[in-house]
């Protein structure tokens, strides 16, 4: 049996007017990520430690922003492939463990959400699906509410 660790990080710039998507759900907001795609960053954060825990590059080899292809894309989507790309080298995920860091709003209502709809994407129980969120308690860009961040590890085993 293989096991390997992945880690994965993602940030966007926040401008108002836009749709905020974090985790696969909408979170009510004034200000959204401004990205090629939708702009989850929770999401890229995951498909970046999932791609390096399978030495498969990052999310931008694979899905990069200078295509159309991509052009304002549901990032479930790309998860989605995502997971497909590693199953094809024989891994499945054991466990997910992620953070978003942003000012505002406040998270909490939506994270069993963002929990169900990435396990249902990822394939894998509710219980390994972990989504954290914290405030940067005002500190840096996004407790300026300038932009968000996002953080995740992933546990991946080829039997």
Known sequence: MKIKTG?????HRLEEGLELWLGGIKVEHVKG??????????IHAICDALLGAAGLRDIG????????TFKG?????LLGRTVGLIREQGFTVSNVDSIVCMQ???LKGYIEEMRVCLASIIG?????MSVKATTTEQLGFEGREEG????ATVLIIKE
Not at 7 to 11: H, S
């Open 7 to 11: 880690i994965g990080f993602d940030v």
């Open 33 to 42: 990520c401004v990205a090629h795609s939708d702009g989850d960053v929770l």
């Open 61 to 68: 080899y694979h899905f990069p922003d200078t295509s159309d």
């Open 73 to 77: 894309i549901d990032s479930k989507i």
């Open 104 to 106: 505002k709003p406040k």
């Open 124 to 128: 894998i129980d509710i219980e390994d």
């Open 148 to 151: 968000v961040s996002a953080y």
